[in-house]
């Protein structure tokens, strides 16, 4: 648990996070995490004990906060939380570590703010290959222009949503999404970043469009520009992805998953670029 992760004169003199029993119960049933799910959080992939991106997904967690008009974070407090959380767990190849913060206790003005690390289950299957289901997210590219109360593009706790997706996703045979916004574009997965690739040129969907900042994506990017190619920002629309000479949802845990199937549509698989992907996304370039 995190004491400060917003300044507050009332956690002066206590230390800045402390170790808690796993077993033992931590959060209070009125915390709004819980009770409205508001708040923010990040998922950090950890690789061979190293956070890959960890300052990429601190300022995130601080994008967020604001966007939810949340208390500005320490985030040199919740770095050391971060470090505490990964040395407390058994050595593993590959961990999660995520970092929640909450407004806080119903009433209290004072945010909640937990880290924990956690094995990641396999994801052999999906770095395989995704079969990926489109679905209509409901709501226009412009919606951050015109209603930025929905709170597009903020990794906030409320992804019950995101999770609804995935299970019609199963229903139509699916492993994944691809969220389509009403304007008919293609915009993320429910926990990914759409990467596409036309030629010797990638291209993401533009954040401007309501979709997450991704951390894995900004890797990729590196690693782009270095080979002298380049990563674009721009509009796709579905039926241009699964015409695309390849496509990924890319996210910090299960690194690069191809695209084998976009609906009923077979795209093409580069695993040989897919696995330089996942180098780099992990830091093990
Ligand atoms: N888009 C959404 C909605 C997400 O929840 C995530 C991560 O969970 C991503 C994209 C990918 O972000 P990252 O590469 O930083 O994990």
Request: charged residues 20%; hydrophobic residues 45%.
């Amino acid at each position: 648990m995190i004491n400060g992760a917003a300044a507050d004169p009332a956690l002066k003199g206590r230390p800045a996070h402390r170790l808690v029993d796993e077993a033992a119960p931590q959060l209070r049933v009125t915390d709004l995490a819980a009770t409205r799910g508001d708040g923010v959080f990040e998922t950090v992939g950890v690789f061979e004990g190293r956070p890959a991106n960890l300052s990429p997904h601190l300022e995130r967690l601080q994008r967020s906060a604001r966007m939810l008009d949340l208390p500005e974070l320490d985030l040199e407090v919740i770095a050391q939380a971060v470090d505490a959380a990964i040395t407390a767990h058994l050595p593993v190849p590959e961990l999660l570590v995520k970092i929640v913060v909450s407004r806080g206790v119903e009433g209290q003005q004072r945010p909640t703010a937990w880290v924990y690390a956690d094995a990641a289950s396999s994801y052999a299957s999906a770095r395989a290959g995704l079969r990926v289901a489109a679905l209509d997210r409901g709501i226009p590219t412009t919606a951050p222009q015109t209603s930025p109360w929905l709170l597009a593009g903020a990794k906030s706790l409320s992804y019950a949503i995101n999770m609804a997706g995935l299970r019609e996703a199963a229903r139509r045979g699916a492993d994944e999404v691809l969220f389509v916004s009403s304007d008919g574009y293609a915009l993320e997965g429910p926990t990914s970043t759409l990467l596409v690739k036309q030629d010797d040129c990638f291209v993401s969907t533009p954040v401007e469009a309501g979709v997450l900042p991704g951390t894995s994506l900004g890797a990729i990017e590196t690693m782009v520009e270095g080979e002298g190619m380049t990563l674009e920002r721009e509009l796709l629309t579905p039926q241009q992805v699964a015409d695309s000479d390849g496509a990924w949802l890319l996210s910090s845990v299960r690194l690069a998953c191809p695209i084998t199937h976009l609906d009923d549509q077979e795209l093409t698989v580069d695993r040989e670029l897919t696995e330089r992907m996942n180098a780099a996304i992990a830091n093990r370039g």
